[in-house]
């Protein structure tokens, strides 16, 4: 059954940035408004001490009469000031003519330049981060960030946010510019590394006050051997320098998984 492996891991994919098959075409230059602001953004952000992110999103895949309507959510605090983070993932099947294993929520914890993330099956992964990227650039804010860097970007005017006026920015990453953005790994991708990303966009809201981050959505259309997936998730950004609890979670660090999680089949 293709369509439910498709969707969970494109969900995954584009949590954590994701390095698939995409070929962009070519792009005009990017607005100088856009690039002013993505600047002001990158300086605001600086600074953070912490923030938090809430995911919410919609993970689609069909393949001849099967289909699949795949539900995502997720919760992030992240301690910059003390480089620490805590994020919980879950996925669950809503609609659809294939029904998915529930399974519980899955977590992952950073600690500086190292990260954790819980194996489907048992224990936890550990993965050693390159020390040579600003420790913010593995959190929900510096991955969007980052990945629009890597790009040309475009204006889209203003909007308001649950009040607040933003500036809308966006992106249209190659797989090249989300490659160049190194990832924390939350899940396997190897079922589908050879699937073709047909479309890939990134869309940033701004405080056209703070310049920080308010909202962010990506948006990826995957095509793999005559399945078809269509994955949505939006980033909600609050809290910033807000005091924020992350807490290591209870595992053995003598049993940890050094070449990635065994494999859930």
Request: negative net charge; hydrophobic residues 35%; proline residues 5%.
């Amino acid at each position: 059954m293709r369509p439910p492996l498709v969707a969970v891991l494109v969900g995954f994919l584009i949590l954590t940035s994701g390095c698939l098959g995409l070929t962009a075409p070519d792009q005009p230059p990017s607005d100088q408004r856009a690039l002013d602001a993505l600047n002001r953004s990158q300086n605001a952000t600086a600074d953070v001490r912490s923030y938090r992110t809430t995911v919410d999103g919609t993970l689609s895949a069909s393949e001849s009469d099967e289909s699949i309507t795949l539900e995502v959510t997720g919760n992030v605090a992240v301690d910059v000031a003390g480089r620490r983070m805590n994020a919980t993932t879950g996925i669950e099947d809503v609609d659809g003519t294939v029904r998915t294993r529930q399974t519980a929520p899955k977590r992952s914890y950073i600690s500086g330049y190292t990260a954790y993330t819980e194996c489907a099956r048992m224990g936890w992964e550990r993965q050693n981060l390159s020390a040579s990227r600003a420790w913010l650039t593995y959190t929900p804010v510096g991955q969007q960030l980052a990945v629009l860097n890597e790009t040309n970007v475009y204006w889209r005017g203003t909007e308001v946010i649950d009040g607040t006026e933003t500036v809308v920015v966006v992106g249209y990453p190659s797989k090249q510019a989300l490659r160049a953005v190194p990832e924390v790994r939350g899940a396997s991708a190897t079922e589908v590394q050879d699937a073709n990303i047909e479309n890939a966009t990134v869309t940033l809201w701004l405080d056209s006050k703070t310049h920080r981050p308010v909202q962010a959505q990506r948006e990826i259309e995957v095509a793999d051997s005559g399945a078809t997936a269509t994955a949505t998730v939006t980033f909600d950004f609050a809290g910033y320098d807000e005091p924020t609890s992350v807490r290591r979670p209870e595992f053995d660090e003598d049993a940890i998984w050094q070449m990635g999680c065994p494999s859930a089949t």
